[in-house]
């Protein structure tokens, strides 16, 4: 078994180190980037009347981080998508009470929350990246429930590609994938014909149905959700 780690660089070099732990042959590919978007004047007004701040990845909150120093969150109540992400704004200090503790998804949050009686005649701000998916925002619509998404960054196929892909891709057997966004790359990068000869190892169903819709394939192997240590525990059942 030889693993390719499709990661953005940071989150890639952080589960290359869990890898190497565990004796696990990999290389790192970081198939995404990650670029901050300058939050408008107008944007960090709402953001700081809000009374409910909903961060949906760990790079939603990296990307505002300095921003939310400056922003009093005593009275806010902060609502996270993932345990990743929750574990990541409390060693900052701060207190998340909301979160899926599995599967890290719009869906599961709202499967939460919807009977919960603390949105109303609050203001709400969902902290996100460019595009992505809208179930929170049409949840909220249909409840008139006031909202505004702050986007703080963008995803990228990354700029550079590296000479030594094919080499890596001739060693490789798995490939990890733990967004719709890094298969999409991947296909454009590598090609559906060659993704195909490979086993991957998906963070989600959702994440797996977007794959066997890119590549017409279904034979995945599927982690709980894409966090880190999902994904190695995935990976260690797999090479038993």
Do not use: W
Not at 40 to 62: A, P, Q, R
Not at 113 to 134: A, C, V
Not at 180 to 187: E, L, R
Not at 198 to 215: H, M, P, Q, T, Y
């Amino acid at each position: 078994m030889h693993i390719l780690v499709t990661r953005q660089i940071r989150e890639a070099e952080i589960f290359s180190k869990m890898l190497k732990s565990k004796n696990i042959s990999h290389s790192i590919f970081p198939s995404i980037e990650i670029k901050n978007i300058k939050i408008s004047d107008d944007s960090i007004n709402y953001l700081s009347s809000s009374d409910v701040l909903i961060f949906t990845s760990k790079n939603s909150f990296i990307s505002i981080k300095d921003i939310m120093k400056n922003i009093e969150l005593s009275t806010k109540k902060i609502i996270t998508i993932g345990l990743p992400t929750k574990l990541l704004i409390e060693n900052e200090g701060y207190n998340v009470e909301i979160c899926p503790e599995e599967e890290y998804s719009s869906e599961e949050l709202i499967k939460i929350i919807k009977d919960k009686d603390m949105f109303n005649g609050k203001k709400i701000s969902i902290i996100k990246g460019e595009g992505g998916r809208s179930e929170l925002q049409d949840f909220f619509l249909s409840r008139n429930y006031r909202y505004q998404d702050i986007i703080c960054y963008k995803r990228l196929v990354p700029s550079k590609i590296g000479s030594n892909l094919s080499d890596i891709l001739n060693k490789t057997t798995h490939i990890c994938v733990t967004s719709t966004d890094i298969i999409k790359n991947m296909v454009g990068i590598v090609g559906a014909d060659k993704l195909k000869k490979f086993i991957l190892i998906v963070g989600n169903d959702r994440i797996a149905k977007e794959c066997s819709k890119l590549l017409g394939i279904n034979n995945f192997i599927i982690s709980r959700n894409p966090s880190n240590k999902e994904m190695l525990e995935t990976i260690l059942r797999t090479n038993e």
